[in-house]
Each structure stands twice: as structure tokens, then as C-alpha cells.
């Protein structure tokens, strides 16, 4: 299988309205600037790079901006768009609906909405919800309604709630940390192991968790009811995305790692640009470790046992 075949989990989009709402207020993905972004330039970029299908998702700083009726109404507001968009282009487009936590029945109700009315993909929930990362127990009835309905859910980074460094924004270098604290506390925290029928994405290769998997696993001595076996199981129930991550230093440990299957092709395109995604692209295309079927498996056929409708695209 060509590498035309692509299907991208890890592209972002902007639309219109949301733009405007984080220039108006002055918000950014953890300090790196807004890109452009439009449904035709998106297109054109997945034609360039041989990705046949995009399942979008809003990036951080999400929708929720602290009050609870206006994150209602921009996650609405933003899911029906990208619905439209998804429903212009079923071929081309997919929907990872952006869900407004910390507010808990919000949540719950958009997720419902995104899931049973627009159809979207899956959801994509923020590494932690001003602080509130998504193993907290609060958290539960969202877990349990995107279980009933074997959700895919893709977890995407955000600023964690700590002093960004000076010239170093949050995607530098604080978002595969935050990542990996939000995977490893729903691990600890049970949520991988009470709702086994949602499918979890991580960004980034998951952050530095394939690498430090094991030593996570002594978390058992701080939780009750779970054991390191039962912890090491969880975490490898993750899958992972590729976007900016397919070097020769972060594969091996992915590889070694992820399940069979648990791998999934990522361009985080627009925020990281088209001239350095391509650079993650040739890394990929060019490691020398695959075995056979495995790198086609990456760029498609993995992504398509998560996404079945889009097995024809």
C-alpha cells in the first residue's frame, strides 16, 4: 500500500469563529502563535503529502475559556462546522469533536450530541482541564458515556498548570510531559481499566511514556487495586500518533513499546508547518527498522480497524 494512502489522526483545524474568539481574548496553544488555516489550504497540504484523509480535531487551548455557558456554546458552535465540513468531504475530512471539560454536564451532553447526532469520528479531550487532568474521578460519567459507545478519543496536549519557561512555549517542551502525566494518571486512576471499550490516542508518540513505561508501573504502591502487571497492560492499551516523532531516536522506543496495530500516522499540520512536518514524513518513510507491512500498517491500516468508514476513502 502507497503512502497516498494516509490517514492523518492528528491534524488540526480552525475554524472561522474560533479564531476569532482566541484573537479577540489573546490566546495561543501554550504560546505558539495562531497559523492560517482554511478547508482548501488543508487539502491542498494532504495532496502534497500524500494523505488521503484528515481527522481533525481543535487544538489547545480548546473551547472551555472558564465559563461554563460560553464553552457550551463554542464547542456547539465549532462541532457543527466541522461537520459540515466532514459531511462536504466524508472522503477527504473527519471529526474529532472538541468537548468543553472541566464543566462535567456539558461534556457529557456535547460528547452525546457529537457521538449520536453529527456522527463525528470520535472527540478529542485536552491533557488536563485547568489542571484537571482526565484521570480525575469527577471525570467518570464523560468516561462511561464515551465508553457505551466504544468512543475513539484522542488526547491532545495542552499547557500544564506550571511557570512556562522563559523561550521555551509549551509545545517545545511542555506538552509530551503533559501527555504523559495525563495517560499515566488515568492508568493509576482506573480509567483505562473501567471503561475497556474506548480506544485512546496519545499525541506525540505518547509522549516519553514508551520509554518510561516500566517505571510508572510502581505507581501500584500508591493506589489501592491495582497491581504493576495490571498498570503495565493499561498503558499499553494506548495507541499512539507519529506527528512530529518519527525520528531515529523516538521510534525504537514506540516500536518496542506499542501493541501490534497501535501506531497511527500524524502531521499536526497546520501548527507544526508543512516544510518541517515533511521532515518527519521522510523520517518515517525512510527508517530502516519496519518489517513488512508495517510501515503501510502506520500510514493506513491501522487507522483503518479505528475508523471503519473510512477502510473505502
Same mark, same amino acid.
Given at each position: 500500500m502507497a503512502a497516498t494512502a494516509r490517514i492523518d489522526v492528528h491534524q488540526h483545524l480552525i475554524p472561522p469563529a474560533y479564531r476569532r474568539v482566541l484573537d479577540?481574548?489573546?490566546?495561543t496553544a501554550g504560546g505558539w502563535p495562531t497559523p492560517d488555516w482554511d478547508p482548501q489550504a488543508a487539502l491542498d497540504m494532504m495532496d502534497r503529502?500524500?494523505?488521503?484523509? !484528515?481527522?481533525?480535531?481543535?487544538? =489547545?487551548?480548546?473551547?472551555?475559556?472558564? *465559563?461554563?455557558?460560553?464553552?457550551?456554546? $463554542?464547542?456547539?458552535e465549532v462541532n457543527e462546522y466541522h461537520a459540515e465540513l466532514v459531511k462536504d468531504r466524508p472522503d477527504r475530512f473527519g471529526q474529532f469533536a472538541t468537548i468543553p471539560l472541566p464543566d462535567i454536564e456539558g461534556a457529557v451532553a456535547e460528547a452525546t450530541y457529537a457521538l449520536d447526532e453529527l456522527h463525528a469520528d470520535g472527540v478529542v479531550l485536552l491533557s488536563n482541564a485547568h489542571?484537571?487532568?482526565?484521570? *480525575?474521578k469527577d471525570f467518570e460519567p464523560l468516561w462511561a458515556e464515551l *465508553?457505551?459507545?466504544?468512543?475513539?478519543?484522542?488526547?491532545?496536549?495542552?499547557?500544564?498548570?506550571?511557570?512556562?519557561?522563559?523561550?521555551?512555549p509549551s509545545p517545545v517542551l511542555d506538552y509530551p510531559f503533559d501527555t504523559t502525566r495525563t495517560a499515566?494518571?488515568?492508568?493509576?486512576? !482506573?480509567?483505562?481499566?473501567?471503561?475497556?471499550?474506548?480506544?485512546?490516542? $496519545?499525541?506525540?508518540?505518547?509522549?516519553?511514556?514508551?520509554? =518510561?513505561?516500566?517505571?510508572?508501573?510502581?505507581?501500584?504502591?500508591?493506589?489501592?487495586?491495582?497491581?504493576?502487571?495490571?498498570?503495565?497492560?493499561?498503558?499499553?492499551?494506548?495507541?499512539?500518533?507519529?506527528?512530529?516523532?518519527?525520528?531515529?531516536?523516538? $521510534?525504537?522506543?514506540?516500536?518496542?513499546?506499542?501493541?501490534?496495530?497501535?501506531?497511527?500516522y500524524g502531521s499536526d499540520f497546520p501548527f507544526a508547518s508543512e516544510q518541517f512536518g515533511t521532515q518527519f514524513d521522510q523520517g518515517l518513510d525512510t527508517y530502516d527498522r519496519w518489517t513488512p507491512g508495517q510501515l503501510e500498517a502506520v500510514n493506513r491500516g491501522n487507522a483503518e480497524v479505528l475508523f471503519p468508514r473510512l477502510a473505502s476513502a
Open positions: 479577540e481574548r489573546g490566546l503529502r500524500s494523505i488521503a484523509t !484528515g481527522v481533525l480535531s481543535i487544538s =489547545a487551548p480548546g473551547s472551555h475559556f472558564g *465559563d461554563d455557558r460560553e464553552a457550551r456554546s $463554542l464547542a456547539r489542571g484537571r487532568y482526565l484521570g *480525575d *465508553d457505551a459507545r466504544s468512543a475513539v478519543v484522542f488526547i491532545h496536549p495542552t499547557e500544564p498548570p506550571i511557570p512556562m519557561l522563559s523561550g521555551l499515566v494518571h488515568m492508568t493509576a486512576g !482506573g480509567v483505562m481499566s473501567q471503561f475497556p471499550h474506548v480506544k485512546v490516542i $496519545l499525541s506525540h508518540a505518547g509522549g516519553f511514556l514508551p520509554y =518510561a513505561a516500566t517505571r510508572f508501573t510502581v505507581a501500584a504502591q500508591f493506589n489501592p487495586g491495582t497491581t504493576q502487571e495490571g498498570i503495565l497492560a493499561d498503558l499499553k492499551r494506548f495507541y499512539f500518533d507519529t506527528a512530529v516523532s518519527s525520528t531515529p531516536y523516538a $521510534l525504537p522506543a514506540l516500536l518496542a513499546f506499542a501493541e501490534p496495530g497501535h501506531i497511527l
